[in-house]
């Protein structure tokens, strides 16, 4: 039997919102990948939605084969699932790159504005956004941005409390990505590229205190610390 080519049907895009969902979803389990699966709680949290409409999105996905859910054990990402999620993480980073490049957003302003752009289908133009960027591996918050075949490089961080008193490093990246704390940082004077060595580290709270470039001293509270990057 033959087919016209009006019979053969290319595979429907996802939505927007099922783009958030796998994205969510490939954010949750890459933050504890200890655990088998997300559960539908915690995707709902991450979502700011109710755990019946989570449940109803999550049927759909399965139906579509982008994810599995074992009951007791939360939903995993299919690998086609997965695909999908890492292709709308690598769009919202490089909207994010050239917001701060291109158009002078700062770093803090950028992740609403992306999250808006990120839902782009076009290919060609994510191809060519790249290639404008130069290529870049980075976003401006130090997250690597997956290659179109979803290859990451994952670069070698620790997290500024795991540093000793009279230890050195970079600040590479940020784990909290939320406007308040950026303005934090920029307050502080805590940019990434930014030397910084811990002088002294309080018993009491386990606040650091911190010299910024060999110069500005700065105390930090443990939770700024648990959020912060750092290289050699």
Known sequence: MTHSALDIQPPKLPSHTEENYLKAIYKLAEAEPETV???TNRIAAALDTRAASVTDMLRRLAEKGLLAYERYRGVQLTV???RLALLTIRKHRLWEVFLVQQ??????EVHEVAEQLEHVQSPLLMRRLDAFLGHPALDPHGDPIPAEDGAMRRPAHRLLADLGVGECGT?????????PFLQYLDKVGLQLGAL??????VGFDNSFEIRINSQRLALISAEVSCNLFVTA
């Open 103 to 108: 158009l002078g957003f700062n770093w803090d």
């Open 80 to 82: 086609e699932g997965q």
């Open 171 to 179: 600040l590479a990246a940020v784990k909290n990505t939320s406007a």
């Open 37 to 39: 699966g997300v559960s």
């Open 196 to 201: 910084v060595e811990v002088v002294d580290k």
